[in-house]
């Protein structure tokens, strides 16, 4: 599932986060990938997303 909506971002990028800026007044738009998964991380980046940071531990 991770998969497919990380595709979904880098096919439709300029159109999801136009409407998450603009429409929805946001400021901000997050998205994380396992550390080892480099394809993942290289799709993010190529969104425009830069690393601030690895997150150690997930809370559930």
Known sequence: MLNSGIKLCYRD?????KACFEAYQLYRVEAGCAVENHASKRVLEKCGF???????????
């Open 50 to 60: 830069v690393v601030e940071g690895i997150q150690e531990r997930i809370c559930l």
């Open 13 to 17: 990028r300029s159109e999801t986060f």
